[in-house]
């Protein structure tokens, strides 16, 4: 089993970055893909960014690409999400969780969710 926690989210101006952590506590040996959702209110929980378990696979939004880079540290069981250049449309709930693939983009292929942590942007 796989639990995770987020942290990191904050109220910012645009323009400014930030980094969201997600440690996740797991059995030795799991081996899982993590991905990054958000979710604004009213709205559905939208994909953000995806990594492997060894790193070497990542995949992005297009609303995204270029400004968040999602990375992990398997040592540390952490997931980091850094955001730059943000936006207002980036206000929302940021959530991670596990999945067995990196390559899956709907948020049904992914279990074990953090609690979210709210990240704010203002214009």
């Known amino acids: 089993q796989v639990q995770q926690v987020d942290s990191g989210g904050e109220l910012v101006q645009a323009g400014d970055s930030l980094r969201l952590s997600c440690a996740a506590s797991?059995?030795?040996?799991?081996?899982?893909?993590m991905g990054w959702f958000r979710q604004a209110e009213g709205t559905e929980r939208e994909f953000v960014a995806s990594?492997?378990?060894?790193?070497?696979?990542?995949y992005y939004s297009d609303s995204v690409k270029g400004r968040f880079t999602i990375s992990r540290d398997n040592a540390k069981n952490t997931v980091y999400l850094v955001m730059n250049n943000l936006k207002p449309e980036d206000t929302a709930v940021y959530y991670c969780?596990?999945?067995?693939?990196?390559?899956?983009?709907?948020?049904?292929?992914?279990?074990?969710w953090g609690q979210g942590t709210q990240v704010t942007v203002s214009s």
């Open positions: 969780a596990a999945s067995s693939k990196a390559i899956y983009k709907s948020h049904r292929y992914y279990a074990n």
């Open positions: 797991v059995r030795t040996g799991s081996r899982f893909a």
């Open positions: 990594i492997s378990w060894s790193g070497d696979s990542t």
